[in-house]
T-cell receptor, first 114, second 112 residues
């Protein structure tokens, strides 16, 4: 899993905290994704960046704010989260957003909101 | 938009026996279908994909999948299961290149 790395691996934060999740891909890909994985629910796509431009925002609450400074890095800024936001947050990358390229995932950040 | 269904939450199989994890997709054009595996505390790993051509696709770790257009299915198979194959398996469709649509996942348990 050295292709896509995520930090931190675990995060516990209070509802009033501000924190950021970081994702880095070393594969030379041009598309990057944030997913939320909750227990008993399908994987939820949150944001998509293709060539550093945001192309998808699946009705994600504004307390989640993505940032993509370049094609290799992706951040998810978190503030005033709710307990129901506790989940595994997965970052992925692919060669491009279209053309049926497979996605490569990082190990995820396990977030707990207290 | 495409949708993907995995009708079984859990599949149990004895080590050495063949395994099948089922996936069906909604009918609309030509799908691009994928299988991923997730081990505990890990991200998803790509196993194989079907784009076009031969209906039998071979992938990593001895897995293969058969695309069946008439049954709108893309079942994952392996001739002889290993205990180490125990994991969560996801089928996905790329939804006309817009984004991936993942199935709910099937937990595979291979019993020694």
């Amino acid at each position: 899993e050295t292709g896509v790395t995520q930090t931190p691996r675990h995060l516990v934060m209070g509802m009033t905290n501000k924190k950021s999740l970081k994702c880095e891909q070393h594969l030379g890909h041009n598309a990057m994704y944030w997913y939320k994985q909750s227990a008993k629910k399908p994987l939820e796509l949150m944001f998509v960046y293709n060539f550093k431009e945001q192309t998808e925002n699946n009705s994600v609450p504004s307390r989640f704010s993505p940032e993509c400074p370049n094609s290799s890095h992706l951040f998810l800024h978190l503030h005033t989260l709710q307990p129901e936001d506790s989940a595994l947050y997965l970052c992925a990358s692919s060669q491009e957003m279209r053309q049926a390229y497979e996605q490569y995932f990082g190990p995820g950040t396990r977030l707990t909101v207290t | 938009a495409q949708s993907v269904a995995q009708p079984e939450d859990q599949v149990n199989v004895a080590e050495g026996n063949p395994l099948t994890v089922k996936c069906t997709y909604s009918v609309s054009g030509n799908p691009y279908l994928f299988w991923y595996v997730q081990y505990p505390n890990r991200g998803l790993q790509f196993l194989l994909k079907y784009i076009t051509g031969d209906n039998l696709v071979k992938g990593s770790y001895g897995f293969e999948a058969e695309f069946n257009k008439s049954q709108t299915s893309f079942h994952l198979k392996k001739p002889s299961a290993l205990v180490s194959d125990s994991a969560l398996y996801f089928c996905a469709d790329d939804n006309y290149g817009q984004n991936f649509v993942f199935g709910p996942g099937t937990r595979l348990s291979v019993l020694p």
